[in-house]
């Protein structure tokens, strides 16, 4: 029988109100704490740090570690990335709020509730079925009306609905898949960790102009491969 990574969170009714303030006390320390006093300025990105509930995006064990600065189990060999470089690469991807983004590895769908509160529709992809499917489930509860969640191999994006304004990708290629460049609008920008599990990986952006691709290179990061199969076994958070 399959077992979900992490399910519907719901506390007994006495204690909601009480974990629903201190949730948000935790959130806001997060923001002034680990956001601002580390760079991030953009007021949509803040906004929108402080306002999605990323402990119900985590394993309710974890619940009360979702506030943190740090990464996360989530099941399935995936992690939720710590939420200082979510908002790194929000911010990164300058995204006004008309705008349509793909995201590559859903993964619990924490960074693209974030996305969703700035930008106008978001498609995303998740190679994890499972992981897809309670992603959705997560966004739909919270009233996320314009996320598109999507199984299937991140590695050739979402040609159907490109050219995209942004493109995020929370797994690390070794290369920079060529499709994602190419669903990429003029003057968009693509914001991935590039490089192996073995060397250094590096946060890359990429800015298409009308004269090209701009890249730049940025700090040193680790996240998981960006995988193009799924792996033949899989084992869900416990």
Do not use: C
């Not at 974990?19 to 320390?29: C, G, L, V």
């Not at 064990?61 to 099941?75: C, H, K, N, S, W």
Request: glycine share 6%.
């Amino acid at each position: 029988m399959f077992v979900p990574p992490f399910g519907p969170f719901e506390p007994p009714v006495g204690l909601l109100a009480q974990q629903t303030d201190d949730y948000q006390i935790r959130r806001q320390r997060m923001v002034d704490q680990q956001l601002r006093l580390r760079g991030i300025e953009a007021p949509a990105v803040l906004a929108a740090m402080a306002k999605v509930p990323r402990h119900r995006f985590v394993p309710p064990p974890l619940a009360r570690q979702a506030y943190e600065d740090r990464p996360l189990p989530i099941g399935y060999n995936q992690t939720i990335s710590q939420p200082f470089i979510v908002a790194y690469m929000s911010e990164a991807a300058r995204i006004t709020p008309g705008a349509k983004v793909l995201e590559i590895g859903t993964g619990s769908g924490y960074q693209a509730a974030v996305l969703a509160e700035m930008a106008a529709k978001i498609y995303t992809i998740e190679i994890v079925p499972e992981l897809a499917r309670q992603a959705e489930r997560t966004l739909r509860d919270l009233g996320y009306r314009n996320v598109r969640v999507r199984s299937g191999d991140g590695y050739q994006g979402w040609p159907q609905h490109a050219p995209f304004d942004a493109i995020v990708v929370t797994a690390a290629p070794e290369r920079i898949p060529q499709p994602l460049i190419d669903q990429l609008a003029v003057h968009g920008r693509l914001i991935v960790p590039v490089g192996t599990q073995s060397e250094d990986q590096r946060m890359t952006v990429l800015t298409r102009t009308p004269g090209g691709i701009i890249e730049q290179k940025t700090f040193p990061v680790r996240f998981v491969p960006l995988t193009r199969e799924k792996p033949k076994e899989y084992q869900p958070y416990r």
